[in-house]
C-alpha cells in the first residue's frame, strides 16, 4: 500500500503527474454512459490497441461493458513502482479491470510496445486463450516505432510543401500567438507515415489472420481525423494528414483481405476532435476545440469519446449494424464538428481570436477543465486534500 497525495503538475501539454481515484472516478462516468446507452447485442472477443486513454479507452469500455465482449487491451504506460506513482492510462485501466471483475466480465490488458514482436505474441498467446477476435480496434497515438529490424521511426507535426505561419496556442502561457513551422522534408514524411499510417494495423490483422485468431465475419476499426480548413496546412494536408491517407487506403486493401479470409470487414471511422493527450500536441488544435466546444454546446451537440463509439457501435461497426460511408469510403463520426454553419461560424471567430478575448470566444474553460480530468484532476467528488492509494494494480 502506499497513500500519497497528488498534486497536479501540469507543463503545457503534458501533465507529469495523474490522479489515481480521480481516473477511477472518469472511468465509472463513461461505464454509466454506456450502461445508459441501452445496448443490445454481443460482441464474443475484442481486442484493442491503445485502450488506455481517449478513444481506445472508449472503445474497450464500449466492448467490455456494453456488448459483454472479453476485451483484451494493449496499451504503453508506466506501472506505479513503491511509491512513484504511474501514468493516468494505468489507472484508468486499473480501474476497468476493477469493475469488470466485479460485474463477472473479463478485461485483461497487455502493457508494452505495440509495435514490437513480443507485444504482439503476447496477444497471440493471449487470444489463444481468450478465442478468436470478433472484434479489432487500432487506436494507436504514438511519437514513434521501432519497426521488427530495429529501425526507429519517428513521427512529426509538418506541414509538406511550404512553411505554415498560422494561428496557434501557447497553453503554458495561455496566450495566442502565431506559430511558423517549417515544411517537412521527404525522410520526415515517410517516417510519420511508418508511425501513423496503416502498415501497423496492416501486420496485426495479417498476424490474427495467420494464426488463425480471426473469427468469422470479424470486423475491425482504425481511427482518423481530417478536421477543418483552419488546422489543414498542419494537419489533414501535413504529414500527419499524409499518414492518414495511408491509413485510410490501407483500410480498403484490409477490408477486401478481411472480407475473402473471413467474410470480415475493415473500416476507418473519421472521429471528431476531442480533448486527449495526443490532440493538445498539435499546434492550435487546442484553441479550435475550445472554441468547437463552445458551438456545440451551445447547439447541445457535444460529445466526447465515450459518446462518439457508442455512436459508432450503435449506427455503424456494433452487431447487425452496417456502416454508412462517404464518397471515400470512411465512416464520418465527425459529422456534427464538419457541419457547415458550425465551420462557418468558427472560422469568423477564429479571424479576431485575441490573448485578451480568447476566453470569452471559446469554451477554454471547459477545454482547460477536460484536459486536466484526462489525468484525474478537476474531477467533481474526489477529495485532492486526501492521500490516495498509488499502487492499483490491474488485476
Ligand atoms: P491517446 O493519446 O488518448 O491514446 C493513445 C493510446 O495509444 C494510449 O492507449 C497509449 O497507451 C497507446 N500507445 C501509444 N504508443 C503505444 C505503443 N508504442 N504501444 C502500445 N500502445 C501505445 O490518443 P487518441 O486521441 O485517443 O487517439 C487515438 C486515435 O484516434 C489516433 O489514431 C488518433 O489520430 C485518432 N483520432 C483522435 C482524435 C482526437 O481529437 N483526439 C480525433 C479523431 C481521431
Known amino acids: 500500500m502506499s497513500l500519497q497525495v497528488i498534486e497536479p503538475r501540469i507543463r503545457g501539454f503534458i501533465s507529469l503527474t495523474a490522479h489515481p481515484e480521480g481516473c477511477a472516478v472518469n472511468v465509472r462516468e463513461q461505464r454509466e454512459v454506456v450502461r445508459q446507452a441501452g445496448i443490445t447485442g454481443h460482441i464474443g472477443t475484442a481486442l484493442v490497441i491503445g485502450s488506455s486513454t481517449g478513444y481506445g479507452l472508449a472503445s474497450a469500455l464500449v466492448s467490455c461493458f456494453g456488448y459483454g465482449a472479453e476485451t483484451l487491451g494493449v496499451c504503453f504506460e ?46 497471440v498467446d493471449a487470444l489463444r486463450r481468450l478465442g478468436p477476435v470478433d472484434l479489432v480496434i487500432y487506436s494507436l497515438a504514438a511519437p514513434r516505432r521501432r519497426d521488427a529490424t530495429g529501425t526507429i521511426w519517428n513521427s512529426t507535426l509538418k506541414p509538406i510543401g511550404r512553411p505554415y ?24 514524411i515517410a517516417s510519420t507515415v511508418k508511425v501513423m499510417g496503416g502498415e501497423d494495423w496492416s501486420d496485426w490483422l495479417e498476424l490474427l489472420l495467420a494464426e488463425g485468431l480471426l473469427a468469422p465475419g470479424a470486423r475491425s476499426v482504425a481511427y482518423s481525423y481530417i478536421g477543418p480548413e483552419l488546422t489543414a496546412a498542419i494537419y489533414r494536408d501535413g504529414t500527419i494528414g499524409h499518414a492518414k491517407e495511408h491509413l ?32 493538445a500536441a498539435i499546434p492550435a488544435v487546442p484553441l479550435y476545440l475550445s472554441v468547437l466546444m463552445k458551438l456545440m454546446k451551445e447547439r447541445g451537440t457535444h460529445e466526447g469519446p465515450i459518446e462518439q463509439i457508442v455512436r459508432m457501435f450503435r449506427d ?31 472560422a469568423g471567430i477564429w479571424e479576431d481570436l485575441t490573448t485578451e478575448n480568447f476566453r470569452a ?21 474526489v477529495d485532492y486534500t486526501a492521500a490516495t492509494e498509488v499502487n492499483r494494480p490491474l488485476v
Open 78 to 123: 508506466k506501472e506505479p513502482e513503491e511509491s512513484k506513482p504511474g501514468t493516468a492510462g494505468w489507472y484508468n485501466l486499473a480501474e476497468a479491470h476493477r469493475l469488470a471483475r466485479e460485474e463477472g466480465r473479463v478485461f485483461e490488458t497487455i502493457n508494452g510496445d505495440a509495435f514490437s514482436t513480443e507485444v504482439k505474441q503476447q496477444v
Open 316 to 346: 455503424h461497426t456494433g452487431p447487425g449494424a452496417m456502416p454508412t460511408l462517404d464518397a471515400k469510403g470512411r465512416i464520418r463520426l465527425d459529422d456534427l464538428e464538419m457541419q457547415p454553419d458550425i465551420q462557418a461560424e468558427i
Open 165 to 188: 505561419t498560422g494561428k496557434a496556442f501557447d497553453l503554458r502561457g495561455e496566450a495566442v500567438t502565431e506559430a511558423s513551422i517549417e515544411a517537412a522534408n521527404d525522410e520526415e
Open 361 to 381: 470566444q471559446s469554451d477554454y474553460a471547459g477545454y482547460q477543465s477536460d484536459f486536466h480530468r484526462l489525468f484525474g484532476f478537476d474531477v467533481p467528488g
Open 248 to 279: 485510410e487506403e490501407t483500410g480498403h486493401t484490409l477490408d477486401a483481405r478481411l472480407k475473402a479470409a473471413v467474410g470480415g470487414d475493415a473500416w476507418v471511422s473519421v472521429n471528431k476532435a476531442v480533448v486527449t493527450q495526443a490532440s
